[in-house]
């Protein structure tokens, strides 16, 4: 067995101080090598925190905000972190929560009704595609929210709606780009079911917590740093 | 207050007896490093010091209490492993900070200690990284940013270097040099490496078989080694011995070589004096031997020599000649100019105003007051 303890303890080939930090892609591909472990366990830690289905919005900000850590190479004590942030924002988030959860309900009960009006007087197509923006727009701003909300500490809901807000218009595309991939992650495991059963116990959620926190940051950062400077 | 006293300290696995009732005083912010050779006891010495093996006899006093039976958790020290034995699966920021958890020091308090620790040793890029990655320089100094969250009065390390190579060693030494000055706390410091020893240490004590030989400044011992083993131990390449009779000559007392007459100083003549005949070893460094003759010494106090050549090592700065002198082997420290090679006879000068005399049969120095040099 001395193999396994010699390929545990070995020297490894050193991280230079001044090497160029990853960006982008890289970035990512680097937080998903360091933190696979970690990964499956928030996923497991999230499960567990939304059995009582009231506390989801709490467990799915303190999910990002675990992430958020994570992508900013914080050091992270996963239970004790994600609590704290489960505790400390889990009225915010729960109000959040039921907003976005109200307006996706609105967006997707009127999306149907505006499509059918379209079909018959044009002059609905415009509210359809509008209701269509903020149905797809939502889901952005709720982790740009909730990102905002793990960044902004000590800011007034109206700026960390500012912030977050400013944060989806800035960079739409890489949340677009992340809402995809945890779309398609969703869809593997429809399609590929029974054989993907245990995707979501391991991944899906806070896989998808992380691609949404890594896509909205830089957008949340910008937004910070806007209003830093407006104060 | 941490000096830290061993008082007839001893040691023993069954009828073994490792640690033969040493004493010894560290006081309060010395720099000490135990030294000698493998199985000379200066682990289980340090081990003993750290409580984490059982003391058989004597007192081990830590600042005014003893503490033979105190746990190693609660004597205000903290260790260094040779291996750093750092936790795997913790990054640097856990292991840093796993010892103060465990005695449930407040989470604010923890993360200031880790970072000021990691901004002392220059890891703070390293905080959010598992072992795995980390060179053997690296982990060195987590394993010490480890031991300096703590801010224990004591740091024990025990061969801390040895798994580096060279050039980090080297760089590292200098490192825990500095750190020593800046943290100001008492540092006992384990090494088989002699080079080790004499550029980091106060004082440093020289172990062999389980007894103290002596312990005094890095340069008393370089130059007044008290037997045969510190004089061979201390210094490298080490120094050469020869055995001599004592004889008298015209001009006072004088070391007999293999037939030729080695003039003694006046420090080791007075040691040996009434002696005549009397067996003993004399120990010359290999920086004693010259090409030419010396001009800061004495003519009286030179002889000339000559060394057969076996091996002539360059080493950049100097020149090590490897070779016989009559039917001993000796080692010359020469200039890089120096053309010598293998199988060459070479004419040197043998400085003995810097010798040593040893008795042959107890191996101990002969000497009274060297002059002050």
Redesign the interface.
């Given at each position: 067995m001395n193999w396994v303890a010699n390929f545990?303890?070995?020297?490894?080939?050193?991280?230079d101080?001044d090497a160029p930090k990853p960006e982008g892609l890289r970035l990512l591909g680097a937080v998903l090598v360091?933190e696979w472990w970690d990964l499956l366990r928030l996923n497991v830690l999230f499960i567990a925190a939304c059995l009582p289905l009231v506390t989801v919005p709490a467990a799915y900000f303190a999910s990002v905000s675990v992430c958020v850590a994570m992508i900013e190479?914080?050091?992270?004590?996963l239970w004790r972190d994600f609590w704290d942030a489960f505790r400390s924002r889990f009225w915010a988030a729960t109000l959040g929560g039921v907003v976005f959860a109200a307006a996706g309900a609105l967006a997707w009960l009127a999306l149907p009704a505006y499509a059918a009006e379209a079909r018959s007087n044009l002059v609905f197509a415009v509210p359809f595609a509008l209701v269509l923006a903020v149905s797809v727009l939502l889901p952005l701003l709720a982790s740009s929210f909730l990102v905002s909300l793990a960044k902004a500490k000590g800011r007034s809901a109206g700026q960390v709606i500012r912030i977050s807000a400013l944060a989806v218009l800035a960079r739409p595309l890489p949340g677009l780009a992340a809402l995809s991939v945890v779309g398609a992650l969703w869809l593997a495991h429809i399609l590929f079911y029974p054989v993907s059963v245990f995707l979501p116990v391991l991944v899906n959620f806070s896989l998808g917590a992380l691609l949404m926190s890594f896509a909205m940051l830089k957008g949340v950062e910008l937004g910070c740093s806007q209003a830093a400077r407006k104060q | 207050m941490a000096g830290i006293s061993l008082r007839k300290l001893r040691k023993t696995y069954g009828e073994l007896r490792v640690i033969h009732d040493i004493d010894l005083e560290i006081a309060d912010k010395e720099f000490i490093i135990l030294v000698g050779p493998s199985g000379c006891g200066k682990s289980t010495t340090l081990r003993m010091i750290a409580g984490l093996e059982e003391i058989s006899g004597g007192d081990l006093v830590i600042g005014d209490t003893i503490v033979n039976d105190v746990p190693s958790k609660d004597r205000d020290i903290a260790m260094v492993f040779q291996?750093y034995a750092l936790y795997?699966h913790m990054?640097v920021?856990?292991n840093m900070a796993f010892g103060l958890e465990l005695r449930r020091h407040p989470r604010e308090e923890i993360d200031r200690k880790v970072k000021d620790a990691a901004e002392v040793l220059?890891i703070t890029?390293?905080?959010?990284?598992k072992?795995?990655?980390?060179?053997?320089?690296?982990?060195q100094r987590v394993a010490l940013g480890r031991a300096m969250v703590r801010s224990p009065e004591v740091f024990l390390l025990d061969e801390p270097l040895s798994n580096l190579d060279a050039k980090l060693r080297t760089a590292m030494r200098a490192e825990i040099t500095k750190l020593h000055r800046r943290l100001d706390a008492t540092f006992i410091y384990v090494t088989h490496d002699q080079v080790e020893a004499m550029t980091m240490a106060d004082r440093i004590v020289v172990m062999k078989d389980g007894y103290i030989q002596q312990v005094d400044t890095p340069q008393v011992l370089y130059d007044e080694p008290a037997n045969v083993f510190v004089a061979g131990f201390i210094g490298a390449p080490q120094m050469n011995f020869l055995d001599v009779v004592i004889r008298k000559t015209a001009g006072g007392l004088a070391a007999e070589y293999e037939g030729q007459l080695l003039p003694l100083p006046e420090h080791l003549a007075r040691a040996v004096s009434g002696h005549e005949g009397r067996n003993c070893v004399l120990g010359l460094r290999p920086e004693n031997f010259h090409e030419r003759p010396p001009v800061d010494v004495d003519p009286a106090l030179t002889a000339p020599v000559e060394m057969s050549v076996e091996l002539a090592e360059p080493m950049g700065a100097e020149v090590h000649l490897n070779g016989k002198l009559g039917s001993q082997g000796i080692i010359a420290r020469v200039s890089p100019r120096c053309r010598a090679r293998t199988g060459d006879t070479v004419p040197l000068i043998a400085d003995l105003s810097a010798a040593h005399l040893f008795d042959k049969e107890t191996e101990i120095a002969l000497r009274t007051g060297r002059p002050a040099q």
């Open positions: 545990y303890f070995r020297e490894g080939p050193g991280i101080k360091r190479d914080r050091n992270v004590y | 291996n795997p990054t920021y856990k220059d890029h390293l905080l959010n990284r072992p795995k990655a980390l060179s053997g320089g690296q982990r």
